[in-house]
């Protein structure tokens, strides 16, 4: 058991201050709280030392340590990132300059503005039944923008349409004012003569004062009239001629009738055989534009050409004809034809086969090539790039149309009909000849019912083979706004009716103008 304590006296009390006050003024600073206060830290000095206490609290000491040591850490690293701070800004990385590889991507010149949105739709009219395989185009002529597009970059059957392109060859390889000449020249025995054929199938075995389906055209009498003449006043001592030679050399003359035609053409009266000397484009009646056409357009032309030499006073009456070429350059007498102009004028309304391929073929001669059936696509592709059209893609077999091997894309027509729109280039001259819808031509009697409103407005080229309708032009629409188009619809054994579907997916553009959509 513990004693009690002991009251002490007044002088060890005195005494027991003393000392205390002692001790607080010797000890070290950071001792004085636990000294004054008397607390545990005091007691433990007093009883052991910091040995002591380091014994009796070995968790405390170690957890002060750590969190000095991380603060002492912790310190330096800030310290340290100041320090490298400074020295990058000081001393910058070095920056490398290097050349930018370019890009290969193509950039355009210009930025395309964009296009409005256009809700009207003919793609309906489009789908009709009677049109079978539709190849079509629709341009802004005046923007150039390509409105409407069914198969448009593919090369296909033109028909008729292609003598649009063969007049545009013409304009450019002959010129508006181009005339072709049928020449007489002496022959190389006594008493004979040679009719030489350059391409004028209008020359007309017609008396004075009535016209072919060519007003305007030559007449055989008066080249025979100036042969008389001539041949008299070169050979007075033997006046009569005797023998005609027929010359048709200008091209082949076997080269007469393409392969992929239909004989049915010149028999029903569409189209002769494509010879350089022929009188009426080879009609039996020269008056009718639809007329049976021979098998032997030059004998024709001969027997017509001996009889007028009769009829204009030949000594020796109506001489034999035979066939052979011209060597003498001599000329006794020759007629022209009228210009082309005016040849364009009576090829588009009517849509005259044998005046297309007659200018198809002169053109090939006046450019330089042979005049035959294979240089046409040459001729075309080679001469109608001066309008600025790619011809890509086009394959010529004839001037008419009338060959299902022709191929030509509807994109191409139409863009040829809006630089034939803008006018230039004697190009006005096939704007001016093009039947106009409900008018006048090949489209007189068409447009009609619902499609009357677009009669005036619509001037085409009409065109029909055994498998195909087709109609390209110009288009003034009902906004205003100026449209090209064409289109081929295109079946074997394809209706009539085709040439109504047509018509009136054509109104259906007038009605839409700019506002026509491709869907």
């Known amino acids: 058991m513990t004693e009690p304590e002991q009251p002490l006296s007044r002088r060890a009390l005195r005494d027991a201050k003393a000392s205390g006050r002692a001790s607080a003024s010797s000890a070290p600073a950071t001792a004085a709280p636990d000294a004054a206060t008397g607390g545990p ?57 290097a050349t930018p590889e370019p890009d290969p991507r193509p950039l355009p010149a210009a930025i395309a503005a964009p296009s409005r949105l256009r809700t009207c739709s003919v793609d309906a009219l489009a789908r009709d039944p009677r049109l079978t395989t539709l190849f079509g185009s629709v341009i802004n002529a005046t923007t ?39 020449r007489v020249v002496p022959g190389t025995t006594p008493g004979s003569v040679v009719l030489v054929g350059g391409g004028d199938a209008t020359l007309s075995r017609l008396p004075a004062g009535q016209e072919s389906v060519y007003p305007g055209a030559p007449k055989l009498a008066d080249l025979a009239a100036q042969t008389v003449a001539a041949y008299a006043a070169a050979n007075p001592d033997a006046p009569g001629i005797t023998e005609v030679v027929l010359d048709s050399t200008y091209w082949s003359s076997a080269d007469k009738w393409d392969s992929s035609w239909a004989r049915s053409e010149q028999t029903i009266g569409y189209h002769s055989e494509v010879t350089a000397l022929q009188v009426d484009g080879d009609r039996r009646e020269p008056w009718l534009t639809t007329s049976p056409r021979s098998t032997d357009p030059v004998g024709r032309a001969g027997a017509a050409f001996a009889a007028a030499l009769a009829n204009a006073g030949n000594p020796a009456g109506t001489p034999t004809t035979s066939l052979g070429s011209a060597v003498s350059t001599t000329v006794l007498a020759q007629v022209q034809s009228q210009p082309v102009k005016t040849l364009i004028g009576q090829m588009l309304p009517s849509s005259d086969n044998t005046l297309a391929e007659m200018l198809a073929r002169v053109s090939s001669r006046v450019i330089g090539l042979d005049g035959s059936a294979a240089s046409l696509s040459q001729t075309f592709t080679g001469v109608l790039n001066v309008y600025g059209v790619p011809t890509t893609g086009i394959s010529i077999r004839d001037g008419s149309g009338l060959s299902h091997l022709n191929a030509v894309p509807a994109q191409y027509v139409a863009e040829l009909f809006a630089v034939i729109n803008g006018g230039g280039q004697n190009l006005e001259i096939i704007t001016g000849a093009l039947p106009v819808a409900g008018v006048s031509g090949s489209l007189a009697s068409r447009f009609t019912g619902s499609n009357a409103v677009a009669r005036g407005a619509v001037l085409a080229k009409t065109g029909w083979i055994d498998t195909s309708y087709s109609l390209g032009g110009i288009v003034r629409a009902a906004d205003g706004s100026v449209l090209t188009f064409a289109f081929y619809a295109i079946r074997d054994g394809i209706g009539a009716d085709a040439k109504a579907a ?18």
């Not at 206490?53 to 991380?70: C, D, E, N, Q, W």
């Not at 047509?502 to 869907?519: I, K, P």
């Open 144 to 182: 150039g923008e390509l409105l409407w597009d069914r198969q448009a970059a593919v090369p296909a059957r033109t028909a008729s349409v292609l003598k649009v392109l063969t007049a545009a060859v013409a304009l450019s390889a002959l010129g508006p004012d181009y005339r072709m000449t049928t």
């Open 502 to 519: 047509l018509d009136t997916l054509t109104t259906g553009v007038f009605t839409c103008g700019d506002n026509l959509s491709n869907n």
């Open 41 to 97: 830290a005091a007691d433990e000095a007093a009883t052991g030392g910091i040995g002591a206490f380091v014994k009796r609290h070995p968790r405390a000491i170690l957890t002060t340590a750590l969190s000095v040591g991380f603060l002492l850490l912790a310190t330096g690293a800030l310290f340290a990132g100041v320090s490298i701070g400074s020295a990058s800004a000081v001393e910058p990385d070095p920056v490398v300059s």
